[in-house]
Nanobody
Framework: QVQLVESGGGLVQPGGSLRLSCAAS????????MRWYRQASGKERELVAS???????DYTDSVKGRFTISRDNAKSTVYLQMNSLNPEDTAVYYC?????????WGQGTQVTVSA
């Protein structure tokens, strides 16, 4: 059983920064691509960023240059550094790990960007 536990969300003013963390429960972490998704109220869940086991990263256009995904395989943890936040970034952020055809999700962490 895979467990993903996110942390680091909160309320931040426009232009501020937050760092999200996602701790995974299994040692297989280092062999898998990790992803961050977000879901704003009334909208579909969207892929924000991904990082492969070889440290190749990818981002949705709206966060390029502002967000950075990284991973620490020794800690089985993936991070999302979010800078220059704006109200459109307000959402619940979810960590994702796909094993075979099964998607595993964390419980989500709320990020609210507001003055």
């Amino acid at each position: 059983q895979v467990q993903l536990v996110e942390s680091g969300g909160g309320l931040v003013q426009p232009g501020g920064s937050l760092r999200l963390s996602c701790a995974a429960s299994r040692s297989i972490f280092k062999y898998t691509t990790m992803r961050w998704y977000r879901q704003a109220s009334g909208k579909e869940r969207e892929l924000v960023a991904s990082i492969t086991k070889d440290m190749i990263t990818d981002y949705t256009d709206s966060v390029k240059g502002r967000f950075t995904i990284s991973r620490d395989n020794a800690k089985s943890t993936v991070y999302l550094q979010m800078n220059s936040l704006n109200p459109e970034d307000t959402a619940v952020y979810y960590c994702n790990q796909r094993l075979g055809v099964v998607d595993y999700w964390g419980q989500g962490t709320q990020v609210t960007v507001s003055a």
